[in-house]
């Protein structure tokens, strides 16, 4: 899936999500892009797999997110709020040709 910000009709960035942990941002402003990839890259500190108790404290561990399609879609949005952009959604999937109906 691809989105795109755009600000006053120009397109100021492009947002490929790829799959888990697969986003690929291209801005033309260097501040942007800079913006976009730390919004999109953050680490998120997840409760461990191995939860170990030492003195009531749980075991947590920090790495990238791995976005799902709705997830990446609703943050598009609200990245798109705090941008003062709007963003829509490119599709990237395979196109078909129309099929011709037979006259019968």
Excluded: K
Aim: net charge negative; hydrophobic share 35%.
């Amino acid at each position: 899936m691809r989105y795109e910000f755009e600000r006053g009709g120009t397109t100021v960035a492009t947002v490929l999500w790829e799959g888990p942990g697969q986003v690929f941002v291209q801005a033309e402003e260097e501040s942007v892009r800079r913006q976009v990839e730390r919004f999109f890259h953050a680490e998120v500190t997840y409760l461990g797999g191995g939860i170990g108790f030492e003195e009531g404290a749980e075991a947590l561990e920090t790495r990238r997110r791995d976005w799902n399609p709705w997830e990446f879609e609703r943050s598009c949005r609200n990245l798109a709020h705090r941008m003062d952009c709007t963003v829509r959604r490119v599709e990237t999937g395979p196109v078909e040709e129309p099929r011709e109906v037979a006259a019968g």
